[in-house]
């Protein structure tokens, strides 16, 4: 058969395919008919904590005061958890949360922690997911069940308390049996990039970001705000550190740096450059590094809830996973729905796994921030599971791969150093 025979061939038949999907998915009868043909089978919500103080002062700025008032607890936030490693014993040791009692700002607050504000927006972002699968798709229990909720976060205090906020949001503070937050060990962590495990990755990076921070324009702005702002000669910060003085200060009203707040936009602008220098002019190697491991585990939670191979498996409806933005800017670059702007405080990805009732396909459909995506690979918000599962399946790491990309310190000797 010839070239042109084929694609015709193979033209036709995807049509035919996607015209069978988009019958079997109930785009036929718009969106009301979609819900009705369409039964929901699994929810996953990757989500960063809520707004925090700083997580280090400016040098040579005039000092914003932190009041420990903005730290206080909304009644309505409040519920009790419990936080346990991954296999039920005691809460690990948190070396982050230990390095931050070091930085005191000015007013006695120390740094990353969350505050009001934050906890107001993941009460929110409970309360969205509660209208959403609660009220509407009235696929969750309105009362928190330990059977149908797996809950882990980064062993970090502010997303454990982000945590909190966006349960009491979600079940509304009514639980049955014990809230369990999972953790794991630092060194071991797979909600973010991970540079005390993976050797590979830390250099990488280090590098990369050094040399993102030496590309012509990137540079010129950063010497120029820096100039401005009287801090030119103080290497140790960089747009990252700007952009995260500006947004904590911004969102909790406090009384910004004139000068670094006029160059706003260009300090997120030159952020994200310095990312997409860092993720996505790489090798797809650096993505797996990143969120090679999260991705694998979202795999997994999907098969299982496909095929259960015991009762906890059939039970489980929705899986929280507590992370940060350094998460959430590889995800969505690996799942090409990245804005190209900085994720906010308590920005979420969440995938929801659906099921056709008569035809018994399956579907995935990506939302970030309460907005559909349509996820690279896909036709439309609504995307056959087993496309899906192919754009996972490109970053998806096992333990075992994950060690030994890591480990292949060698190869890129050459590369960074080019």
Request: glycine share 6%; charged share 25%.
């Amino acid at each position: 058969m010839g070239w042109g025979a084929r694609l015709w061939l193979l033209g036709g038949l995807a049509a035919w395919t996607q015209r069978r999907r988009a019958a079997a998915a109930g785009r036929d009868d718009g969106e009301g008919g979609r819900h009705r043909e369409l039964e929901l089978r699994l929810v996953q919500v990757v989500y960063r904590h809520g707004a925090r103080t700083p997580l280090r002062p400016l040098p040579g700025v005039a000092p914003v005061e932190w009041h420990p008032t903005l730290l206080d607890v909304p009644a309505k936030t409040k519920f009790d958890y419990v936080v346990t490693d991954l296999n039920g014993g005691p809460q690990p040791h948190s070396p982050l949360d230990e390095g931050y009692k070091k930085t005191v700002f000015k007013g006695g607050v120390v740094a990353g922690q969350l505050t009001t504000v934050g906890m107001e927006q993941t009460f929110a972002l409970g309360e969205r997911l509660r209208r959403s699968f609660v009220e509407e798709a009235k696929f969750l229990s309105p009362t928190f069940k330990p059977a149908e909720v797996f809950v882990r976060s980064t062993n970090i205090f502010r997303n454990l308390e982000s945590t909190r906020c966006l349960l009491a949001g979600l079940y509304q503070q009514q639980k049955e049996g014990s809230v369990v937050i999972v953790t794991d060990e630092a060194s071991s962590e797979m909600l973010y990039p991970n540079y005390h495990n993976c050797q590979r990755l830390k250099c990488l990076t280090r590098d990369r970001m050094q040399n993102a921070m030496r590309q012509p324009g990137i540079s010129d702005d950063l010497k120029k705000i820096k100039k401005r702002i009287g801090i030119d000669g103080d290497e140790s910060v960089d747009f990252l550190v700007l952009l995260d003085n500006i947004f904590a200060e911004q969102v909790h009203n406090l009384p910004s740096c004139p000068v670094l707040k006029s160059f706003q936009q260009t300090v997120e602008r030159r952020s994200v450059d310095a990312m997409l220098f860092l993720l996505e002019d790489s090798s797809r190697e650096v993505l797996q590094m990143n969120i090679g491991l999260l991705f694998n585990t979202l795999q997994k939670n999907i098969k299982a809830a496909i095929n259960p191979s015991n009762p906890a498996e059939k039970a489980r409806k929705l899986f929280l996973y507590a992370s940060h933005d350094s998460t959430l800017i590889p995800l969505l670059l690996a799942l090409g729905t990245f804005d190209h702007k900085w994720p906010p405080y308590a920005a979420d990805v969440i995938l929801e796994l659906y099921q056709h009732r008569r035809s018994k396909e399956w579907f995935v459909r990506v939302s970030y921030r309460g907005e559909e995506q349509v996820v690279k690979g896909c036709k439309a918000g609504l995307c056959p599971l087993e496309r899906f599962l192919e754009v996972l399946s490109q970053y998806s790491v096992s333990p075992e791969e994950y060690k030994n990309l890591c480990s292949q310190m060698d190869r890129d000797r050459q590369t960074t150093h080019d």
